[in-house]
């Protein structure tokens, strides 16, 4: 498998505003925020789509929720609260095939989101 944008993103191959990593994961603020807090949370591992995760990833995915709750709480929006997206394939319009989870807020977001 080729290295997604991403996971250069994890190598340091290319430049981004990373704000948190441990061995799992890696957060960054996203290039094309489209709200005042918009944050990836992004597997170490590549998986491309949520399809492609298994039995084996099961933590590895709660660790990436869990991931993007506390980062909430460190940016204040716990309480107001947020949106976590993680989009799959083209009816979502997923454009990187690296699972991420998208942290949202600092906004009110409508639901059904449209
Ligand atoms: P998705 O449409 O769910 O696949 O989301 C991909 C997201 O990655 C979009 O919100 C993009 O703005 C974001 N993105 C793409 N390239 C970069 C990058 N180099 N650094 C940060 N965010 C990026």
Redesign the pocket.
């Known amino acids: 498998m080729t290295d997604s944008?991403f996971t250069k993103?994890i190598k340091r191959e290319?430049p981004?505003n990373i704000i948190y990593e441990d061995e799992y994961v890696v957060a960054?603020?996203?290039?094309?925020p489209v709200a005042p807090i918009h944050i990836?949370i992004v597997p170490q591992k590549q998986i491309p789509t949520i399809n492609d995760a298994n039995l084996e990833d099961t933590a590895l995915l709660g660790h990436v929720i869990l991931t993007a709750a506390k980062l909430a709480n460190q940016r204040g929006v716990s309480e107001n609260g947020y949106r976590l997206v993680i989009?799959c394939n083209k009816d979502a319009?997923?454009?990187?095939f690296h699972i991420?989870c998208?942290l949202l807020g600092g906004r009110i977001f409508n639901w059904p989101p449209g």
């Open positions: 944008i993103i290319i981004a960054f603020e996203d290039v094309n990836l989009n319009g997923q454009t990187v991420h998208h």
